[in-house]
C-alpha cells in the first residue's frame, strides 16, 4: 500500500472538456458495420430498420457525443454514391484495406444517419480525397445538408428523405501520408484546402472542416498544416482553411510486426503498454506547442480521431477483421487516455477511440454464432467517465512520491488523476496502474468544501480478467460506500490496476 495526495483546486475554473473527447469511430472493417451495426431489415437479430437493436441499447448508455464514419482507410475508396438508393441495386466493392472481402453497400449514407438518430448523437463524416474528386465531396455535403431544391436535394428527396440532416463534423480524407494516398504533407495540405473550399455550409449547416493529420510523432506534418493555416490568414482570407486538424496514436505492447496478445499477455508487455499510452501526453504537447507557434489565439482545434489498443487478432479470426479481446489493461488506457485530454482540454476539442464494435478497443463485442452482446472494460471507462462530458476542467497536483514503479529500464509512474466541476460537484477519475500496490488516496479538495460524496470502482481481481458471452460482469463498476471525509478531503482506496471515480458535492 502507498499513501498519496491528490489536490484538486475546485475553485480555478480551466477550459471545458469537450464532451467531443469521447467519440466514436465506425468503420467498413471487419464486424463493426455488418454484424455488429448493421444485420438487415429481414435479420431474425431484433433490429430498428435493419440496425441492431441490443447495440444502439448499449451504446445509449455512453451518450456518444460523435460518430466518425465510414472509415479510416475505407473513407478513401468508399464512393458515397454507391451506398444510396434501393439496397439490392447498390453495386459491390471490394474491401481492399480490410480482408479484401465484399462490401454489398448495404450500409450507407442514409443507415449511417439513421444509425446517429437513433444513437443521439452527431455524425462525423470522412470524405474520400484519395481515390476521390472534388466534386463528389461537395455533391456528398450538398445531399447531406441542403434543404429547397437542387440536383442532390432532389436526389435525397426520391431516396425517401426529405429534410436535410445536421452534419457539424467532417473529415478531408484519412492518413494521406499512407493508404490514404502516400503524399507529401506539402501537397496534402494544398489538398486539404482544394477540397475544403467546396465543402460548404449550406442553409445553417456550418461544417467543422477537420484535416487528417500526422502519424503519432510526425510534428512536421502537423507543421506543414499549420503553415497553410497561417498563409491563408496572412492573404486574408476570409475564412480558414479548415477548423481543426488530426492525429492518430495507438497504443500496442510490443512492435507493429509483433504487437502481442490482447489477453494472456506478460508483465513486460503489460508496463510497455502503460508506458506507450502515458507517452501520449508529451506527444500531444508537442503537437500543440507546433500550433501554438502558428496559431497562438487557439482557433484550430486538434483531433485525436484513431487512438487505443491494437493487439494482434484473436487467433483463428481473419487478420484483416482487426477482432481482439479488451481486457482490464485496455480500460486502464482508456482512463489514461482521459486524463490526458482532460488536462489538454483547450486545444484537444475532439477524439475518437478506434472501434465501436467488434473492432480493436471496442466498447461492444457481439458473437457472431449466438448473437450475444458483452460490454467490455473499456466501455465501463467511457460510461464511468461521461461525468466530464462538457464539464470544466480544473488543476489537479499529485503528492505521490509512492506512485512509482521501478523498472531495469526506468521508473513509470503508478497513479494518474483528472477532475472537473458540473452542477454544483467535483468528479475526480483516478487510475493505479500498480500491478501489485494499492494506493490509499486522499483527495484535497481546495476552494469548496466537501458535501456528499460517493464513488464507483472498476477493480476486478487481475489485471487480464475480460467479460466474454459466458461471464459478461467480470470486469463491472460496483459503488464505493462510506468514502471517509472530513470537510476538505475524501480517501479512496484504489485495488492494484483498477479505475474509480469519485464525486464530491459542493455546498
Ligand atoms: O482503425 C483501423 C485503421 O487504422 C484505420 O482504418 C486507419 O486510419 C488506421 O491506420
Same mark, same amino acid.
Given at each position: 500500500m502507498s499513501d498519496a495526495t491528490v489536490i =484538486?483546486? +475546485?475553485?480555478?475554473?480551466?477550459?471545458r472538456i469537450s464532451r467531443h473527447v469521447y467519440g466514436h469511430f465506425a468503420e467498413h472493417l471487419g464486424a463493426c458495420i455488418y454484424g455488429g451495426f448493421w444485420v438487415g431489415e429481414d435479420s431474425p437479430v431484433p433490429n430498428v430498420g435493419g440496425i441492431r437493436a441490443d447495440v444502439v441499447e448499449a451504446l445509449r448508455e455512453l451518450s456518444i457525443p460523435n460518430l466518425r464514419w465510414p472509415g479510416g482507410c475505407f473513407a478513401d475508396e468508399y464512393h458515397w454514391q454507391d451506398g444510396i438508393g434501393p439496397r439490392e441495386e447498390r453495386p459491390r466493392m471490394v474491401n481492399t484495406h480490410w480482408g479484401n472481402v465484399e462490401e454489398n453497400n448495404h450500409f450507407g449514407t442514409h443507415e449511417f444517419l439513421a444509425l446517429c438518430e437513433q444513437l443521439g &448523437?452527431?455524425?462525423? #463524416? =470522412?470524405?474520400?480525397?484519395?481515390?476521390?474528386t472534388v466534386r463528389e465531396m461537395s455533391e456528398w455535403v450538398e445531399y447531406l445538408t441542403r434543404s429547397g431544391s437542387s440536383p442532390m436535394v432532389d436526389l435525397r428527396r426520391e431516396n425517401g428523405r426529405d429534410e436535410p440532416w445536421r452534419v457539424p463534423f467532417w473529415g478531408l480524407g484519412n492518413e494521406p501520408w499512407g493508404g490514404g494516398g502516400n503524399m507529401r504533407p506539402e501537397v496534402y495540405a494544398d489538398l486539404a484546402r482544394q477540397y475544403a473550399t467546396f465543402c460548404k455550409n449550406h442553409g445553417d449547416n456550418r461544417l467543422y472542416r477537420i484535416a487528417a493529420g500526422a502519424s503519432e510523432d510526425d510534428y512536421a506534418w502537423t507543421e506543414a498544416l499549420m503553415r497553410a493555416v497561417a498563409d491563408m490568414k496572412a492573404a486574408q482570407f476570409p475564412s480558414l482553411p479548415f477548423e481543426a486538424l488530426s492525429v492518430h496514436y495507438y497504443t500496442i505492447g510490443g512492435t507493429w510486426t509483433d504487437k502481442g496478445p490482447a489477453t494472456g499477455f506478460d508483465e513486460a508487455s503489460y508496463w510497455r503498454t502503460i508506458r506507450r499510452a502515458q507517452a501520449v501526453e508529451p506527444l500531444l504537447r508537442r503537437h500543440i506547442a507546433v500550433m501554438d507557434r502558428y496559431d497562438?489565439?487557439?482557433?484550430?482545434?486538434? =483531433?485525436?480521431d484513431e487512438w487505443g489498443t491494437w493487439w494482434d =487478432?484473436?487467433?483463428? &479470426?481473419?487478420?484483416?477483421?482487426?477482432?481482439q479481446q479488451n481486457t482490464m489493461r485496455d480500460a486502464l488506457v482508456a482512463s489514461l487516455h482521459f486524463d490526458v485530454f482532460h488536462r489538454l482540454a483547450e486545444r484537444v476539442v475532439m477524439a475518437n477511440i478506434a472501434q465501436t464494435v467488434n473492432v480493436l478497443q471496442a466498447m461492444l463485442l457481439t458473437d457472431p454464432a449466438d448473437g450475444t452482446l458483452v460490454r467490455t472494460p &473499456?466501455?465501463?471507462?467511457?460510461?464511468m467517465n461521461k461525468v466530464h462530458h462538457d464539464a470544466t476542467s480544473v488543476p489537479v497536483h499529485l503528492r505521490a512520491p509512492g506512485a512509482v514503479r521501478e523498472l531495469t529500464d526506468g521508473a513509470v509512474p503508478t497513479l494518474s488523476a483528472s477532475a472537473s466541476v458540473a452542477g454544483g460537484a467535483c468528479h475526480v477519475s483516478l487510475t493505479n496502474t500498480d500491478l501489485e500496490r494499492s494506493q490509499d488516496v486522499t483527495i484535497e479538495l481546495r476552494g469548496s468544501r466537501v458535501g456528499a460524496v460517493a464513488g464507483r470502482l472498476l477493480a476486478p481481481s487481475s489485471v487480464g480478467a475480460f467479460n466474454a458471452g459466458a461471464h459478461?460482469?467480470? #470486469? +463491472?463498476? &460496483?459503488? #464505493?460506500d462510506e468514502l471517509p471525509v472530513t470537510a476538505s478531503t475524501v480517501r479512496i482506496t484504489l485495488p492494484p490496476h483498477s479505475f474509480a471515480v469519485v464525486r464530491a458535492e459542493l455546498p
Open positions: =484538486v483546486n +475546485a475553485d480555478i475554473p480551466g477550459p &448523437t452527431e455524425p462525423y #463524416v =470522412v470524405g474520400n480525397v484519395g481515390s476521390g497562438p489565439d487557439r482557433e484550430i482545434g486538434l =483531433v485525436v =487478432v484473436e487467433p483463428g &479470426t481473419n487478420p484483416g477483421f482487426l477482432f &473499456t466501455f465501463h471507462v467511457f460510461e459478461p460482469a467480470d #470486469v +463491472a463498476p &460496483t459503488a #464505493v
